[in-house]
């Protein structure tokens, strides 16, 4: 992890540089890299006739030949027509890293949320592990290792997939909230950053106001969105389930 982090921050700081020149220049490997694949094909063709006059890969190396001068040509003809996109396109990525460069405390966030997620399902996992012990519990001596069997009524059986529906869903609610302030912290940080800067001078990014936000404005819409990703979850993996049992 910590790894991760720096090599996270090395290309953050090279693409705030670089991003400009990096893209654009492998945009031009792409191309001369097709033009090469047909050069490659073409001249080996050639070769193999002239010299031997006829060849299992001479159908081959023509065939290499074609489709890279196909391909060569269509994405000459993409950059040309998709120009200004493309542009537009790298000049964002390029003030993302800019913003990521110089609002290095943003990275925080996901960081922070992770281990709180983490510590969430730590939780979750000891209620669940509560939860199945409903039932009359029995030794079972039947392994080298003493285990448990946990035997439930019916009326029991009802309530323990019941609550473990329950909390199965509700995993999922807070994992999903948990993102979606994720996200719309880091969203409000890149706007103010957005519309503080100008042609003068960067902007300064206001990560305070998107946890103020997200916990006294709109963590209602945040928990609303995350109800419905939520329950389309929970919905998938109880037919997924269903359908192995099937």
């Not at 390029?94 to 997620?117: C, E, H, N, Q, W």
Request: aromatic share 14%.
């Amino acid at each position: 992890m910590a790894l991760s982090f720096v090599y996270c921050l090395a290309y953050i700081y090279l693409l705030s540089a670089f991003a400009e020149p990096i893209a654009w220049a492998m945009i031009v490997l792409v191309q001369l890299g097709l033009i090469g694949g047909a050069g490659f094909g073409i001249t080996q063709y050639l070769y193999i006739k002239a010299s031997v006059g006829s060849s299992q890969n001479e159908g081959a190396f023509l065939a290499m030949g074609v489709v890279f001068s196909i391909l060569a040509f269509c994405f000459a003809i993409a950059v040309y027509c998709g120009f200004n996109s493309l542009r537009i396109a790298i000049n964002v990525i390029d003030a993302s890293a800019d913003f990521l460069a110089k609002t290095k405390r943003i990275i925080a966030v996901p960081i922070g949320y992770f281990f709180v997620t983490v510590i969430f399902i730590a939780v979750w996992l000891g209620c669940m592990i509560c939860i199945n012990s409903i039932g009359t519990i029995t030794a079972d001596t039947s392994l080298i290792i003493q285990g448990k069997d946990v035997n439930r009524t019916d009326a029991e059986d009802k309530v323990f997939m019941g609550l473990f529906l329950f909390m199965l869903f509700g995993i999922f609610w807070i994992c999903a909230f948990i993102r979606a302030k994720t996200s719309f912290i880091v969203m409000v940080s890149a706007s103010t950053y957005y519309f503080d800067s100008h042609k003068e001078r960067d902007g300064e990014a206001d990560v305070g106001l998107g946890f103020q936000l997200a916990y006294m404005k709109h963590a209602g819409s945040l928990a609303l969105g995350s109800f419905i990703i939520a329950l389309i979850q929970f919905i998938r993996v109880v037919v997924m389930t269903i359908a192995e049992q099937a």
